[in-house]
């Protein structure tokens, strides 16, 4: 409880900040709003030129999409500066200072680095989400809700766990900036049904690094077309969280000094 106050108190704080400048808040919130347009541009070209992903409509892939937006937008806002503030940190040797703080570090580090910079990535995902769902079929049985909702939410996990690895990486491959780009590489098969893979990569997106979950899985359970492996990945999607917590839980304990 004491963890969820201090959280709440920071969010106050750092939206108090990001809102003192508007027209920087502001502009920052279009220049995300926009950039998160550009997600769909390539199932539009598709569609556009008469091709198809097979099964699946333009709106139905859009539907994909806007939650793969949503779901990062989301993981971004809460833990998009912990792999930052993390390496500045080690990179200074001033992260005995966090370890002196009267909290769990990780806790800590998620708490002081809430991002609202990301705000306009959410709107836009949100929109997206708004359109494709008004177009496509959606299922409206509670069952199917239900199972989109379930699956929502391990995506956001598994987006949660790859923002937690990649700053547990920090302890010791302090020169990583070019980590997000490699676990963007792998985000990106969560944005189209998964079904368009080698059956090599379907197993990696859904068993190991579970991506499929943060877009595909989720749609398809709103549109009436839940897989079961969709559920076996859910609660992959826990343990994958779960190592990242542990992954750099273990890295503090490792840390020796500045530089890692």
């Known amino acids: ?37 550009l997600l769909p541009l390539v199932a539009v070209l598709i569609y556009g030129a008469g091709a198809s992903f097979p099964g699946w409509s333009f709106h139905e892939v859009l539907l994909i999409q806007s939650l793969f937006t949503v779901s ?23 992260f005995e200072v966090v370890l ?20 306009g990535n959410l709107l836009c995902g949100l929109a997206l989400f708004g359109y494709a769902a008004a177009h496509a079929q959606i299922v409206s049985a509670a069952a199917a809700i239900g199972a989109g909702l379930l699956l929502f939410i391990a995506g956001v996990a598994v987006m949660a ?8 990486t920090s302890f010791k491959w302090v020169g990583n900036s070019r980590l997000p780009e490699i676990f963007g590489s792998v985000e990106a098969f969560g ?42 990945g859910a609660g992959l999607s826990l343990l994958f969280l779960g190592f990242g917590v542990w992954l750099y839980q273990h890295m503090i304990r490792r840390y020796k000094g500045a530089g890692g």
């Not at 108190?9 to 347009?37: D, E, H, M, P, W």
């Not at 990062?72 to 001033?94: F, P, Y």
């Not at 979950?213 to 989720?218: A, N, Q």
């Open 161 to 168: 766990g790859i923002q937690i690895i990649m700053a547990a």
């Open 1 to 37: 409880m004491k963890s969820l106050s201090i959280y709440k108190i920071c969010i106050k704080t750092a939206v108090s900040q990001a809102v003192a400048y508007r027209f920087n808040f502001f502009l920052s919130l279009l220049i995300t709003f926009l950039g998160s347009l």
């Open 191 to 232: 944005q189209y049904p998964i079904a368009i893979f080698p059956s090599a990569i379907r197993a990696v997106a859904t068993f190991i690094v579970p991506v499929s979950l943060v877009g595909f899985f989720p749609a398809a359970a709103l549109l009436g077309r839940a897989e079961p492996e969709a559920f076996w």
């Open 72 to 94: 990062q937008a989301m993981a971004k806002v809460c833990l998009g500066n912990v792999l930052w503030d993390t390496m500045i940190h080690v990179r200074e040797g001033s």
């Open 100 to 119: 002196l703080k009267p909290m769990e570090p990780l806790a800590y580090m998620i708490a002081t680095t809430f991002s609202p910079d990301s705000f």
